[in-house]
């Protein structure tokens, strides 16, 4: 008989263990990435404000489509955006809730 593996799930009904890409966002590789990102876009919010944010913990690198745990997506440069922490907790939320609503 295989043994079954109970996976804790948080309060989003996620399983830590089943998305092994959360633990991507530590590695040295993911930093490295998120910061080359911001030098090309010259730390610059991609949302059409224009602000520039030299303080990188105020700028999140935004995977412009989700990757959903798709390693392709998830290293590509090119799906990657600048957005500072405000615009991005603002719109970009709006926007993945109007997806979701979306029918
Ligand atoms: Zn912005």
């Given at each position: 008989?295989?043994?079954?593996?109970?996976f804790?799930?948080d309060?989003?009904g996620?399983s830590?263990?089943?998305?092994?890409?959360?633990g991507?966002?530590?590695?040295?590789?993911?930093?490295?990435?998120?910061?080359?990102?911001?030098?090309?876009d010259?730390?610059?919010?991609?949302?059409?404000?224009?602000?520039?944010?030299?303080?990188?913990?105020?700028?999140?690198c935004?995977?412009?489509?989700?990757?959903?745990?798709?390693?392709?997506?998830?290293?590509?440069?090119?799906?990657?955006q600048?957005?500072?922490?405000?615009?991005h907790?603002?719109?970009?939320?709006?926007?993945e809730?109007?997806?979701?609503?979306?029918?």
């Open positions: 008989m295989p043994v079954r593996v109970a804790r799930r309060e989003q996620h830590p263990q089943a998305e092994p890409w959360r991507w966002y530590n590695l040295k590789r993911w930093k490295d990435l998120r910061l080359r990102v911001f030098e090309r010259l730390f610059t919010c991609q949302c059409g404000c224009a602000r520039i944010e030299c303080d990188t913990s105020d700028l999140v935004d995977h412009i489509e989700p990757h959903r745990g798709d390693p392709a997506l998830f290293w590509s440069e090119a799906n990657l600048t957005l500072t922490k405000a615009c907790d603002g719109w970009k939320q709006r926007l809730r109007q997806r979701r609503l979306a029918p």
